[in-house]
Every structure is written in structure tokens, then in C-alpha cells.
């Protein structure tokens, strides 16, 4: 079986992030797979700007398949291009990131934010991706406090998968490691990620239909995502509602409690009908974008006024000194 992984790091050179995701992908090379190695330090990066060029190029495709799809707008001004088009002919992914205030670094999240218009599904669709790798994920976040400091790290990491349809398959959580090397002084957390290396090798050898969660069994709240966050349920653009929500993959159901006396989120029988790992839930919100921007279109007049008043509105600022 010939198959390849890529590992990305968003953390410093020789730091715990990086270590932790040389050992996963050493255990990809011992099993005979092609490893490959990424630190986003290495790369020019530019932020989204937020220009909806995409997501408006595919609401036009979609009522219009003639059309041809030209990409981000930033494609041909930095690496961002050349990396995904890498990234989305792996077999596996493992990304090591460092918590900074409960989140994942900025570097992961400005690489992460471009995935919009990378978005798999649809560049499968109009063929500019031939063939679905079907790639499986394993997430390793860091950080040098316990979990109440990472918090939202895991969750914001898995909600950035959803683009380019990884499926992870394990995640796991390096606590009180701050400085460079400091993993290497917990043997376990080293084993953890080289068990992680082996989870991604058993779940790209599996048939696709089988492939299933080959982390911590206990791992998270949601039965679904394994996801640590759960929120009161609000009414979706469409009507759809639940008592209680995952707020990485957007399974729907309810808190219940159990006879040991234990409080389990249970998904409701069609509690995964907003399934963010579905691409016909991930379509549905694409529908949701464009028609936000048709109302808005056919009201923009009403606020042009208004919208001038603003855009004129000056205030001081700070003056940075050359």
C-alpha cells in the first residue's frame, strides 16, 4: 500500500509542537509510508481579507457550471497555493499547533482561514481536485498549562477540518510543556504521539466506510466529533433547532442524565442533519451565504446613505514612528 502524510507544525523550530509530530510521522515511515514535513514559519502566508471572491465564484458555478473557477485571489501572491495543492494529495494529515490564551496560535488560524476557498468538495466537483484522497486527521495541541488552559484550542483545530473534508480520526492534548524540549522530559506524551503516527497508518489502510475513532475512547463529549463543547441550541437560518448543540461538528440533541447519575449529550434521531463532516450539510450553509448575500443585494440601496456616513466617520488612531 503506497500512501503519504503530511505533518504541519504551526509552533517554533525544535519546539514541543514539532517534536510531537516528527515521532507520529517516524511511526508513518516505519510503516512504510512516504512522510512529509511542513512548519508554517517556513512560508509566506497572507491573511483572508474576507473578500467572499470564493464563496461568490461558487454560488455563480453553481447556477452556472460554464463557468470557470479562478481560485482565491491570493493565490499568486503567496504559498498558500502550492501548499494545499500538496496537502490535498496526502492520504493523512497531522497537525501540532501551541496553545496561546486557551487558542491555537495565530500562525495555524491565518494558515487555516484560507482553506474556504480550497474547499474539497466543491474542487472535486468541477474537477480541479481528480481524485478524493479521503484523508484521515490526528491533532496534537500543546501547551504549557493543564486542559482549563487549552480549552478551545482542540475545538478550534477540528473546526478548521471541515473544508477539506479530514476526518479525524485521533487527538490528543500535550499539557504543562512550555519550553522547547520540555516534552522529551515525558516519555508517555512522546509514545502518545508516536500511537497517533500508528492510529493514522490503521485508519488509511482501512475501506473508507469503516474507518472509525482510534483515540482515547473518553475523549470529549460529543459522541460524535468527540468534541469537548456542547451550547444551548439556537433556531437555525432554516427552522431547524435543538436543545443543545456541538459546537464543532453540529450534531443536535439534548443533555441527558444517566442512572449513574452522569450527564451524557445524546443526539437527537435527526440530530446530524447539520453535520459539518457531511458535505451536503457543508452545502446547505454555502446556500445559507448566498442568500444572505441576495437579500442584502436587492436592499443594499436602502443604506447607501447610511453606509456613507460611516465610511467617512474619522477618528484618531496610533501613529507608529519610523
Same mark, same amino acid.
Given at each position: 500500500m503506497s500512501f503519504k502524510v503530511m505533518g504541519i507544525v504551526a509552533g517554533m523550530h525544535n519546539g514541543n509542537s514539532e517534536i510531537l509530530v516528527k515521532e507520529a510521522l517516524q511511526a508513518v515511515k516505519d510503516a512504510g509510508g512516504e512522510a512529509i514535513l511542513i512548519n508554517l514559519y517556513d512560508y509566506h502566508i497572507e491573511h483572508c481579507t474576507g473578500c467572499e471572491g470564493c464563496t461568490m465564484q461558487m454560488g455563480e458555478i453553481a447556477q452556472d457550471h460554464t463557468k470557470k473557477y479562478k481560485g482565491?485571489?491570493?493565490?499568486d501572491k503567496d504559498d498558500m497555493d502550492q501548499i494545499v495543492n500538496v496537502m490535498q494529495t496526502c492520504q493523512g494529515v497531522i497537525i501540532g499547533c501551541p496553545t496561546y490564551d486557551l487558542t491555537p496560535s495565530s500562525l495555524?488560524?491565518?494558515f487555516a482561514q484560507r482553506?474556504?476557498?480550497?474547499?474539497?468538495a466543491f474542487r472535486i466537483a468541477i474537477g480541479d481536485v481528480k481524485e478524493d484522497p479521503h484523508t484521515v486527521a490526528g491533532l496534537i495541541a500543546v501547551g504549557g498549562s493543564c486542559h482549563d488552559w487549552q480549552t478551545l484550542t482542540m475545538e478550534s483545530l477540528q473546526a478548521t477540518m471541515f473544508t477539506q473534508s479530514l476526518t479525524v480520526v485521533d487527538r490528543y492534548m500535550a499539557t504543562r510543556i512550555a519550553r522547547p524540549g520540555n516534552v522529551l522530559l &515525558?516519555?508517555?506524551? #512522546? %509514545?502518545r504521539a508516536r500511537?497517533?503516527?500508528?492510529?493514522?497508518?490503521?485508519?488509511i489502510a482501512a475501506p473508507v466506510e469503516e474507518r472509525t475513532w482510534?483515540?482515547?475512547p473518553d475523549d470529549g463529549i460529543c459522541p460524535n466529533c468527540h468534541s469537548s463543547l456542547v451550547?444551548?441550541?439556537?433556531? &437555525?437560518?432554516?427552522? #431547524? %433547532?435543538?436543545?443543545f448543540e456541538c459546537a464543532v461538528c453540529g450534531a443536535g440533541g439534548d443533555m441527558v442524565k444517566q442512572p449513574d447519575g452522569n450527564i451524557k449529550f445524546v443526539i437527537a434521531e435527526n440530530g446530524l442533519v447539520r453535520d459539518r463532516n457531511q458535505n451536503e450539510s457543508?452545502?446547505?450553509?454555502?446556500?445559507?451565504? #448566498?442568500?444572505?448575500?441576495?437579500?442584502?443585494?436587492?436592499r443594499q440601496g436602502e443604506i447607501q446613505e447610511e453606509y456613507a456616513k460611516y465610511k467617512n466617520m474619522k477618528f484618531e488612531t496610533v501613529e507608529i514612528k519610523k
Open positions: 482565491c485571489i491570493l493565490k495555524y488560524m491565518k482553506f474556504l476557498a480550497y474547499e474539497l &515525558h516519555p508517555e506524551q #512522546i %509514545e500511537r497517533m503516527g500508528e492510529n493514522i497508518v490503521k485508519a482510534l483515540g482515547d451550547y444551548r441550541g439556537d433556531k &437555525h437560518w432554516d427552522g #431547524i %433547532e435543538f436543545p457543508r452545502a446547505e450553509h454555502l446556500n445559507e451565504i #448566498i442568500q444572505t448575500r441576495i437579500d442584502f443585494m436587492k
